[in-house]
């Protein structure tokens, strides 16, 4: 079978290539899923760089999520059955024509749902919503979050307003709030205006803001927990910009402040089957109700990972790229 291999860690359009690889057998428990399409995620490059939490033994395969097609079932397994259409946002070594992986952590995809869709089911978009989980916001509550417009961004702004809560968004560039507009998200900042503060004041008027979610790192860390009230959090989701967080003491000391972290893959292993399961179905009844959309910015085929990696760093980019055996 074809698959995307690196033999070094470095630049994903220098280091990922095409390479033929036995097909793999499933052993007890296990299934064999022939791969239709797979989202290209930040953390999956951030692999391929050797930068991420979680580090590959060389040479590696990537791709973390995909949907596909049942194609072999090991010993035991008796919960799918050939030519199901699955998805599984947590299966390493995905960019590839087949993948092996455990039955009980695949996802049937429900009918009605495109590949396209399917594609990205799990991973960013389960990353949101056990996010806003977490964060234990009642209906008409506020929070604040900057990379606003990026996929988790724009995904947590939609489920959030489906649950009844207020987001104030913040973005680096003007052009951010219209592209955000263009998809139905409202209450945007653009903190490249020199009145940025005040137009967020206006937008929540006045309202403690009780959560900031940051993104970025950097001075944008610092923006964010400023917003916040007496006794609010700050949750840091990433570090786009800069893996050091520029805070001032002063609003942490005198606000009274917390400063936690979030890593979706440790809260997703932790949760319950239970809870899992219920965001899981509350995700594809948004998606029914156009509640939450998930675009597609492009697909590329395996050959074309060199182009494919430097889709996903466009400025303005809206959609996930994908990627197709």
């Given at each position: 079978?074809?698959?995307?291999?690196?033999?070094?860690?470095?630049?994903?359009?220098?280091?990922?290539?095409?390479?033929?690889?036995?097909?793999?057998?499933?052993?007890?428990?296990?299934?064999?899923?022939?791969?239709?399409?797979?989202?290209?995620?930040?953390?999956?490059?951030?692999?391929?760089?050797?930068?991420?939490?979680?580090?590959?033994?060389?040479?590696?395969q990537?791709?973390t999520?995909?949907?596909?097609?049942?194609?072999?079932?090991?010993?035991?397994?008796?919960?799918?059955?050939?030519?199901?259409?699955?998805?599984?946002g947590?299966?390493?070594?995905?960019?590839?024509?087949?993948?092996?992986?455990?039955?009980?952590?695949?996802?049937?995809?429900?009918?009605g749902?495109?590949?396209?869709?399917?594609?990205?089911?799990?991973?960013?978009?389960?990353?949101?919503?056990a996010?806003l989980?977490t964060?234990?916001l009642?209906?008409?509550?506020?929070?604040?979050?900057?990379?606003?417009?990026?996929?988790?961004?724009?995904?947590?702004a939609?489920?959030?307003?489906?649950r009844?809560?207020?987001?104030?968004?913040?973005?680096?560039?003007?052009?951010?709030v219209?592209?955000?507009?263009?998809?139905?998200?409202?209450?945007?900042?653009a903190?490249d205006?020199?009145?940025?503060?005040?137009?967020?004041?206006?937008?929540?008027?006045?309202?403690?803001?009780?959560?900031?979610?940051d993104?970025?790192?950097?001075?944008?860390?610092?923006?964010?927990?400023?917003?916040?009230?007496?006794?609010?959090?700050?949750?840091?989701?990433?570090?786009?910009?800069?893996?050091?967080?520029?805070?001032?003491?002063?609003?942490?000391?005198?606000?009274?402040?917390?400063?936690?972290?979030?890593?979706?893959?440790?809260?997703?292993?932790?949760?319950?089957?239970?809870?899992?399961?219920?965001?899981?179905?509350?995700?594809?009844t948004?998606?029914?109700?156009?509640?939450?959309?998930?675009?597609?910015?492009?697909?590329?085929?395996?050959?074309?990972?060199?182009?494919?990696?430097?889709a996903?760093?466009e400025?303005?980019?809206?959609?996930?790229?994908l990627?197709r055996?």
């Amino acid at each position: 079978m074809r698959a995307l291999v690196h033999e070094t860690f470095g630049e994903p359009h220098e280091v990922l290539k095409v390479e033929s690889l036995p097909l793999p057998e499933p052993g007890p428990g296990q299934v064999r899923v022939r791969t239709l399409l797979s989202p290209i995620h930040n953390h999956d490059l951030w692999t391929v760089r050797g930068t991420y939490g979680v580090k590959p033994a060389l040479p590696a395969q990537s791709g973390t999520e995909a949907v596909g097609v049942v194609d072999a079932l090991g010993e035991g397994v008796e919960s799918l059955s050939i030519g199901q259409r699955v998805a599984t946002g947590g299966t390493f070594g995905v960019w590839a024509e087949y993948f092996v992986t455990p039955a009980a952590g695949l996802i049937p995809v429900p009918d009605g749902l495109s590949d396209e869709t399917a594609a990205q089911l799990v991973s960013m978009p389960f990353s949101a919503i056990a996010l806003l989980e977490t964060l234990q916001l009642e209906p008409g509550q506020w929070l604040v979050q900057n990379a606003a417009n990026g996929a988790v961004g724009r995904l947590l702004a939609q489920l959030a307003a489906a649950r009844g809560i207020h987001v104030l968004g913040l973005v680096r560039r003007a052009e951010g709030v219209a592209e955000l507009e263009a998809q139905g998200i409202t209450g945007v900042v653009a903190t490249d205006a020199p009145d940025w503060r005040e137009q967020a004041a206006a937008l929540t008027g006045g309202a403690p803001i009780a959560v900031g979610v940051d993104s970025v790192g950097g001075a944008a860390s610092g923006d964010v927990l400023s917003l916040l009230a007496e006794n609010g959090r700050l949750v840091v989701f990433g570090a786009m910009a800069s893996p050091i967080m520029n805070l001032a003491s002063g609003d942490v000391i005198f606000k009274n402040l917390t400063v936690t972290g979030f890593w979706g893959l440790k809260v997703s292993a932790a949760m319950p089957a239970a809870q899992r399961g219920a965001l899981l179905g509350e995700l594809v009844t948004r998606i029914r109700e156009g509640a939450l959309t998930l675009p597609v910015s492009a697909t590329y085929a395996f050959d074309d990972i060199a182009q494919a990696s430097r889709a996903n760093f466009e400025p303005g980019r809206v959609g996930k790229v994908l990627l197709r055996p």
